[in-house]
């Protein structure tokens, strides 16, 4: 099962450990195109310090986050599961996972990311700022720039099972599976039951849980189907559209009544 995530806006700090190391990051056929991102937003966040503001649009409140980003190369680096807080990370609770969930979290769960494309939640990386929302002025939008990349190297990490698409628009954007990883694929809405709206807050609460219920169960599911009864035996109520045709994926619904 491979597990598709979005990053968090807020970061834990990068905190003292060593530096970045761009060569021990999984998925390395993305290298070359991480370098070219960290070259440039480090570049435009030293030399233009306005600029960056409105490129990456920062709050003057978040002035900070540039001088964060000028310092990419040298900032201590931790476990990208550290770096990522909020609450859909909050809910999933990596730190307190027993030891067989937490290897389950490292070879399932993959982040996206404006700045790397998509990083293993134990690959080492400093706290930054950069949406896949932003265009760059010399690579252009992030999420049609990480197109091609993530093409040529995610399917070989989606393998032959189940894939799990919890990613917000923006960051589905970067890669959307296709023919018979596409069928294989489920994405999750969750939705207010009484009213049938997407809360942004328990929305991602409710992923967060189940991603942690699925990661601390012995069985793991391999295709959509079975995705459907192992979230139900989580304790959640479930509607599954199967794909219309071939080379869709499947659509799941997860309906919460309670607003938490």
């Not at 027993?98 to 769960?109: I, M, N, P, V």
């Not at 700022?129 to 197109?147: D, K, Q, T």
């Not at 967060?208 to 793991?220: E, K, N, Q, T, Y």
Request: hydrophobic content about 45%; some cysteine; proline content about 6%.
């Amino acid at each position: 099962m491979l597990v598709l995530l979005p990053p968090s806006e807020g970061k834990a700090s990068s905190g003292r450990g060593a530096p970045l190391k761009p060569e021990t990051l999984s998925l390395p056929g993305l290298a070359a195109a991480r370098a070219a991102v960290l070259d440039e937003l480090v570049d435009l966040c030293a030399a233009d310090e306005e600029k960056a503001r409105e490129v990456l649009g920062l709050s003057e409140g978040l002035r900070g986050e540039i001088a964060k980003n000028t310092g990419l190369r040298t900032a201590g680096a931790r476990p990208a599961g550290e770096i990522y807080t909020g609450v859909l990370y909050d809910a999933l609770g990596l730190a307190s996972l027993d030891a067989a969930a937490r290897k389950r979290a490292a070879r399932s769960l993959l982040v996206f990311s404006g700045l790397w494309g998509a990083v293993r939640v134990t690959d080492r990386i400093p706290s930054y700022r950069c949406s896949m929302g932003v265009r760059l002025p010399g690579l252009g939008a992030l999420g049609a720039y990480w197109r091609a990349p993530m093409a040529a190297v995610l399917p070989e990490a989606a393998g032959n099972g189940l894939v799990l698409d919890l990613r917000s628009s923006a960051y589905a954007t970067a890669w959307r599976p296709k023919g018979g990883i596409a069928e294989r694929t489920a994405s999750v809405r969750v939705l207010h039951a009484p009213t049938r709206k997407v809360v942004s807050h328990f929305n991602k609460a409710t992923k967060g849980r189940i991603v942690r219920g699925l990661l601390s169960s012995p069985a793991v599911p391999g295709t959509p189907a079975e995705l459907v009864e192992a979230v139900r035996d989580l304790g959640y109520t479930v509607e599954a559209a199967a794909p219309a045709r071939a080379g869709q994926a499947w659509a799941l619904d997860v309906l919460v009544d309670e607003v938490h």
